[in-house]
């Protein structure tokens, strides 16, 4: 039986996708080879590659603006220093918003001054902060959208004339903005995009160039575009699924639909939440992730009864992160609002038992 996927970090992908990827495992492109022993300069992986970055900037509506898709490997921790290596000369100004935005201050720090100009911390990440001052002669703003830990989303970014940097690792492709405000964006694919193993860089090419350090070739962007990622070996397995994740956002309306989607299923668990006497949510109201729902028991004592209830219906991943504790319903793009319903049910069923 196909569990109700929740899962936070490596996640729910569309069945579709799984379908048509484990077949190129077998047969790629019926080359009698799979996808998994072809060589990344074959022009059939050349066209995976050329097709998944065409259709990154086509989605994020950034086609002919000065923008370029890379795939990388790392993950976003990787890019937590690259993003620093490239970009910071002097002074970077960073909000730190949870877990991932304070390791990418850490990294910051190693190559210059780092402003920390808010931070939630002092109420454990459960809110966004709002009306800081970003220094006016800062190299970059550097921001995380979504905080998967917390179940934190940044829901109007500050006007600055900073260039702006944003790890979207956990929410990318799954609502629209206006994403040429951002002249850097890096996510891991693991969420909404693809599997574990390669990482998403949109880049404006104006940003680059401008520090005075020398660059390590496989940490500098520059290096990266100038051999359409592929200066080392690419993840060729997680691009080609990622493209066919994309290929899929496409086919089912693009990021608006996703969008539409997305906001039923977080309105159906988020009202349940609210309605239920047995449960409280973590996050600051207006602050709410769409992408993760983090909520508690108001009473510990019903933990063991609804944990069984979830598990017995066969639901995978709600458990919280351990900072957090309690429960996160992780709501992915390809998450239905079949299996959000399904977690609404026994949240009722729990309130009529006790």
Known sequence: MKKHNFSAGPCILPQSVFKEASQAILDFNNSGLSILEISHRSKDFVAVMDEAQELVLELLGLKNKGYKALFL????SMQ???????????KAAYLNTGTWSSKAIKEAKLFGEVVEVASSKEKNFNYIPKNYTIPADADYFHCTSNNTIFGTQIKEFPATDLPIVCDMSSDIFSR??????????????QKNMGPAGTTLVVVKEEVL?????EIPSMMNYAVHISKESMFNTPAVYAVYVSMLTLRWIKSKGGIQAMEQKNNRKAEL???????N???????????????NATFNLKDESHQEKFDMMWKEAGVNGLNGHRSVGGYRASMYNALSLESVQVVVDFMQELERKV
């Open 80 to 90: 937590f220093l690259m993003v620093a290596y490239n970009l910071l000369e002097k």
């Open 277 to 291: 006497p047995l449960f409280t949510g973590f996050a600051a109201k207006e602050d709410r992730s769409v992408m």
């Open 209 to 213: 160039g401008k520090v005075s350090r």
């Open 176 to 189: 629209e903005i206006d994403f040429s405000k951002f002249d850097l964006i890096y996510a891991g694919a």
């Open 73 to 76: 490997q790392g993950g976003a």
């Open 269 to 275: 668990i988020y009202g349940e939440i609210d309605r």
